[in-house]
């Protein structure tokens, strides 16, 4: 099971809003680390979405946002369009596990 | 432009061994941590190790801890992972990647992956 939860899959129509949610425990999120976001296409490697709980990397739209509190973070895409149809996995570190840790991904669906 | 080109993947035997291979360019290698990541088919992202910037530092998820080594060659600008006592369970696709390092520990650069099946 993996130690960060998100929801199996979240769907929306264009140009609506959708927000994944990554829940963590005392452990890891809510000890302070750092969340980052990733997006993956079909058939592809894994993209960096945001970096560092809120910060968009060059090149990323600002339809997509990231933010943290306490023991969870959200990635919401605003104007949702059809080429948002990915996979998107929430990352951070676990002082348990000594060990970075992945959520379970959320499949996001454009109606 | 940042490169990672992972290498090595193929079909093994259960309890066989393969060594993997990241292939590093367009970056200062030697001054970033790497990853590798792998993914079961039709499942998530799974971390596997880490290595720091000078190769004194790796971790391991817990459950790959004894059979999986990682080590890094600074001046040829690759990475490897060893695995052994390979389990079908192992079948994934393997990704190496950057750390990015500076402003997070986001890993801002990934290769293509390289298909590793552990099948009797």
């Known amino acids: 099971q993996p130690v960060l939860t998100q929801p199996p899959s979240v769907s929306g129509a264009p140009r609506q809003t959708v927000t994944i949610s990554c829940t963590g425990t005392?452990?890891?999120?809510?000890?302070?680390?750092?969340v980052h976001w990733y997006q993956q296409l079909p058939g592809t490697a894994p993209k960096l979405l945001i970096f560092?709980?809120?910060n968009r990397p060059s090149g990323v739209p600002d339809r997509f946002s990231g933010s943290k509190s306490g023991t969870s973070a959200s990635l919401a895409i605003t104007g949702l369009q059809a080429e948002d149809e990915a996979d998107y996995y929430c990352?951070?570190?676990?002082?348990?596990?000594?060990?970075?840790?992945f959520g379970g991904g959320t499949k996001v669906t454009v109606l | 432009e940042v490169q990672l080109v992972e290498s090595g993947g193929g079909l093994v035997k259960p309890g066989g061994s393969l060594r993997l291979s990241c292939a590093a360019s367009?970056?200062?290698?030697?001054?970033?941590?790497m990853h590798w990541v792998r993914q079961a088919p039709g499942k998530g992202l799974e971390w596997v190790a880490s290595?720091?910037?000078?190769?004194?530092?790796?971790n391991y998820a817990d459950s790959l801890k004894g059979r999986f080594t990682v080590a890094r060659d600074n001046v040829k600008n690759s990475m490897s992972l060893e695995m052994n006592s390979l389990r079908v369970e192992d079948t994934a696709v393997y990704y190496c990647?950057?750390?990015?390092?500076?402003?997070?520990?986001?890993?801002?650069?990934w290769g293509q992956g390289t298909l590793v099946t552990v099948s009797s």
């Open positions: 990647a950057r750390e990015e390092g500076v402003r997070s520990t986001s890993l801002d650069s």
């Open positions: 367009g970056f200062s290698f030697r001054r970033h941590n």
């Open positions: 290595i720091s910037s000078g190769g004194s530092y790796i």
């Open positions: 005392s452990s890891n999120i809510g000890a302070g680390f750092d």
């Open positions: 560092a709980n809120t």
């Open positions: 990352q951070s570190y676990d002082n348990s596990l000594s060990a970075s840790v």
